[in-house]
């Protein structure tokens, strides 16, 4: 049997980063394996906090425990707001599966292989799970090679990109992209990845090997295919342990998946060592085996451990980005953020962007505007005959609201991307505003035209609120010119 050393709760032991408090009430509700001691737990956080004024992750975790006691929970006062939580909740996941399940079957028709991860994997492989897992969003992991048909599935049935780029500039650039969020109707929310981690949890050999290892199931009559259990502890930590318990519900997935007793260990440690995940690793692991309970070997927790010791300074930023963001006090928070930067920053160059994606910046133009004329979302750009590369000289009018905010259009042909125009309205009093855009167009002679159109910074699913118009919607403008020239 190996030693386990003994973990502190003092910076920078794994300890620190425990859930403290009302999460690690919730927790304990929801994973100790002594039913009345679990109890006991759900019913002091009911009694010292109010369902209604708690976030989300809160809210998922409660939902996990509303399904293990059910009416054990009824002689306290907040039973009946907790049942209607959970089936408000349950509702808002069924609802998302179902718009979900259509784009599903199209993508695996077009012969992609559709593996879900996170949330959605636990529901494929047990449905009666979704009561007590919220599954808002689906998250969808394609091969690479697969990332255009799944792209194209979705564009063609009118799921939006929530970024508010247009399909055509996506579609250019999906080798670059680790995964995009697309969102249809109140209720449709879908993560489409052609990698299971991000950029700074790199491997390549591993990003073969989770489909080698992957099983079949089934999603809602969808033949999927789902992560193997080490696999699965892997990506919840990967995704949940790094992001200071944004959502805690990905323990309870690690529990889980734990307590099937079918994990290959020796699978999951050689993941935690090419990802790099050591820290968070042992973060989780411990917190679930020594205050938790959970019957995680020893030889693993030992193994994780150690890595964990042996990662250097890294140790520390792992730490502050493990620690629940409840728990922090200012100097905390601001290490934490520093911490997150500097992983944000290994992110990059893990995927080459091709054609590269500078935009064209936009300066003020300081000539005489035209008079009132009508503004509109998209203008079309006859193209000369020529052929070949061209200077593209583009004045714009546009009406900006009075905030601070970015302005954002694209050119594109048909289906075709040809630049991304930009350009930041720093001052808040609003007004006309005259810009110029400059840069390089490929014309092919046959005097396609161009479309110039407006596009919204963001993207939401209704657009009902005059604020977040102002900040985040496609802005209107007249073209004043759009002047073509050889290149010197």
């Given at each position: 049997m190996a030693r386990i050393r003994r973990i502190s709760r003092r910076f920078p032991d794994y300890?620190?980063?425990?859930?403290?408090?009302?999460?690690?009430?919730?927790?304990?509700?929801?994973?100790?394996?002594?039913?009345?001691?679990?109890?006991?737990?759900?019913?002091?956080?009911?009694?010292?906090?109010?369902?209604?004024?708690?976030?989300?992750?809160?809210?998922?975790l409660l939902a996990a425990i509303c399904d293990r006691f059910g009416r054990k929970l009824a002689?306290?006062?907040a039973y009946p707001?907790?049942?209607?939580?959970?089936?408000?909740?349950w509702t808002k996941s069924r609802?998302?599966?179902?718009?979900?399940?259509?784009?599903?079957?199209?993508?695996?028709?077009?012969?992609?292989?559709?593996?879900?991860?996170?949330?959605?994997?636990?529901?494929?492989?047990?449905?009666?799970a979704q009561r007590g897992r919220v599954a808002h969003d689906i998250d969808i992991l394609v091969r690479p090679q697969d990332m255009p048909a799944a792209f194209d599935v979705l564009r063609d049935r009118d799921w939006q990109i929530a970024t508010g780029v247009?399909?055509?500039?996506?579609?250019?650039?999906?080798?670059?992209?680790?995964?995009?969020?697309?969102?249809?109707?109140?209720?449709?929310?879908?993560?489409?990845?052609?990698?299971?981690?991000?950029?700074?949890?790199?491997?390549?050999?591993?990003?073969q090997a989770i489909w080698r290892r992957a099983a079949a199931a089934e999603f809602s009559g969808v033949g999927v295919l789902v992560p193997s259990p080490a696999?699965?502890?892997?990506?919840?930590?990967?995704?949940?342990?790094?992001?200071?318990?944004?959502?805690?519900?990905?323990?309870?997935?690690?529990?889980?998946?734990?307590?099937?007793?079918?994990?290959?260990?020796?699978?999951f440690l050689d993941v935690v060592a090419r990802r790099g995940l050591a820290v968070a690793a042992a973060v989780a692991l411990s917190y679930l085996a020594l205050d938790i309970g959970?019957?995680?070997?020893?030889?693993?927790?030992?193994?994780?451990?150690?890595?964990a010791d042996r990662s250097g300074l890294s140790r520390w930023s792992a730490v502050l980005q493990a620690k629940p963001r409840t728990d922090f006090g200012r100097l905390a928070w601001l290490s934490r953020g520093f911490a997150k930067q500097l992983r944000l920053r290994r992110k990059s160059g893990r995927l080459r962007q091709e054609p590269p994606a500078r935009a064209w910046r936009g300066k003020a133009w300081r000539g005489e505007p035209e008079g009132p004329s009508p503004l509109v979302f998209s203008q079309t750009i006859p193209c000369p005959p020529a052929v070949?590369?061209?200077?593209?000289?583009?004045?714009?009018?546009?009406?900006?609201?009075?905030?601070?905010?970015?302005?954002?259009?694209?050119?594109?042909?048909?289906?075709?991307?040809?630049?991304?125009?930009?350009?930041?309205?720093?001052?808040?009093?609003?007004?006309?505003?005259?810009?110029?855009?400059?840069?390089k167009v490929i014309v092919d002679g046959r005097q396609q035209a161009l479309t110039l159109e407006a596009r919204p910074s963001r993207q939401f699913r209704q657009w009902d609120d005059q604020a977040t118009v102002a900040a985040y919607g496609a802005l209107p403008f007249h073209l004043v010119s759009a002047a073509f020239s050889p290149l010197r």
């Open positions: 300890g620190w980063s425990w859930p403290t408090g009302g999460l690690d009430q919730l927790l304990k509700a929801a994973l100790l394996a002594d039913e009345d001691a679990a109890a006991a737990c759900a019913m002091q956080w009911l009694s010292a906090n109010d369902i209604d004024l708690v976030s989300f992750r809160e809210h998922r002689g306290h006062s707001r907790l049942v209607g939580l959970q089936k408000m909740l609802m998302a599966m179902r718009e979900a399940e259509p784009a599903l079957q199209a993508m695996t028709d077009a012969g992609c292989l559709v593996m879900l991860i996170k949330g959605a994997s636990r529901i494929a492989l047990n449905a009666s247009s399909p055509q500039y996506l579609r250019t650039r999906l080798a670059s992209l680790r995964s995009m969020n697309f969102f249809k109707g109140n209720y449709g929310d879908i993560d489409l990845h052609q990698l299971a981690y991000d950029g700074s949890q790199q491997s390549d050999e591993d990003d696999d699965r502890i892997a990506l919840a930590i990967a995704h949940g342990g790094l992001d200071a318990h944004t959502h805690s519900d990905w323990l309870v997935d690690c529990a889980v998946a734990i307590r099937a007793g079918d994990v290959d260990w020796d699978v959970v019957a995680v070997p020893d030889r693993v927790l030992a193994r994780a451990l150690d890595m070949g590369e061209m200077m593209l000289d583009i004045t714009v009018r546009i009406s900006v609201p009075p905030v601070r905010r970015r302005i954002e259009m694209e050119i594109n042909r048909d289906d075709d991307h040809v630049a991304r125009l930009r350009a930041m309205a720093i001052s808040r009093s609003g007004g006309e505003r005259v810009l110029r855009f400059r840069g």
